[in-house]
């Protein structure tokens, strides 16, 4: 993005893909555990559904929150999903299957956890005068922000709020001249429900500790006032790692443009967000996207 907004290159091609089902799952849960903190975290045995359920935890813990609250992100991503013809699962779900699903870390059940999956993702990026030759409806990046954290939960603020989502989200807004409400859809790192959670609260859509009560009035869902993951997210569509950043901004691509398959086209969507999360957090990066 940088690249091409400085001048420096004309057209870019930026891809990401990853093929995970190759190997298997004890595997591939031990290369993901790679991206933790190895020194202390993983080196004691805690893997990513662990680290996520000490995140979920405490926050029932300060914040009230329930198992059926967990459930409900859940469903509505496999809501979605279940119209994405290119999600990973395209199955409805109800909340009891939810919470009686085998657990995986008390307190994420197999629902609450996003699946091994395989996948690529492709976009191009050019100066807009440029992109004008192309279609006729190009989408502007109006800004793309990288912050970072400490990788290990121990040395954190606050487990239950990841600040490299709030700085690269505060930064994000305030470049591209932009306020919270101006958001149509977005597109967030759901790896685990309670991380799309957090990230609604982290990205400012609302206050610390209420995030979960926008599951409870349908408001995340296609229609409701705060669209969330259109695709199925993470926890439906997929997430193969390495494609999961530009995978998030093809979907909001297609929003923008009204070409999502019918069910989960956001009405008149003029501009998107996409957040995405590395590690357990210790980098996230905010990308604001709007129509030409």
């Known amino acids: ?35 933790m903190d190895f020194e202390w975290e993983a080196y004691f045995g805690a893997t990513f559904p662990g680290i996520y359920a000490l995140m979920a935890r405490r926050y029932m813990h300060e914040y009230g929150l329930k198992r ?14 279940s119209m994405n013809p290119l999600a990973h699962f395209r199955n409805k779900i109800t909340v009891d299957e939810a919470l009686n699903a085998p657990m995986v870390a008390d307190p994420l059940g197999k629902y609450d956890c996003c699946p091994i999956s395989d996948g690529a993702a492709l976009v191009i990026l050019a100066p807009l005068e440029i992109a004008r030759k192309y279609t006729d409806t190009p989408i502007i990046v109006k800004s793309s922000v990288m912050a970072s954290d400490t990788l290990s939960l121990l040395r954190r603020r606050d487990i239950c709020t990841l600040d490299a989502t709030v700085n690269a989200a505060e930064k994000a807004f305030k470049l591209a001249h932009m306020e919270r409400g101006q ?7 759901d790896c685990f429900t309670i991380a799309e959670i957090l990230a609604i609260e982290d990205l400012g859509f609302a206050k610390k500790g209420e995030g979960w ?23 439906a ?10 995978k998030q901004i093809v979907e909001l691509v297609k929003q923008l443009r009204g070409e999502a398959e019918k069910g989960r086209q956001v009405a008149n969507a003029e501009v998107g967000l996409a957040h995405n999360v590395g590690g357990s957090g210790a980098t996230a990066v905010v990308t604001i996207l709007s129509r030409g």
């Open 68 to 81: 059926e609250s967990l459930a409900k992100v859940s469903v509505k991503n496999h809501y979605h999903g």
């Open 237 to 246: 569509s997929g997430h193969p790692v390495g494609a999961t950043g530009v």
């Open 183 to 189: 958001v149509d859809v977005i597109e967030v790192h």
């Open 213 to 235: 009560k926008l599951y409870e009035e349908g408001e995340t869902y296609v229609g409701g006032r705060l669209p969330v993951n259109t695709d199925g997210g993470l926890k």
């Open 1 to 35: 993005y940088l690249a091409v907004a400085s001048g420096l290159y004309d057209i870019v091609a930026v891809g990401g893909v990853e093929k995970m089902t190759d190997v298997e799952q004890e595997q591939a849960t031990t290369a993901l555990s790679g991206a």
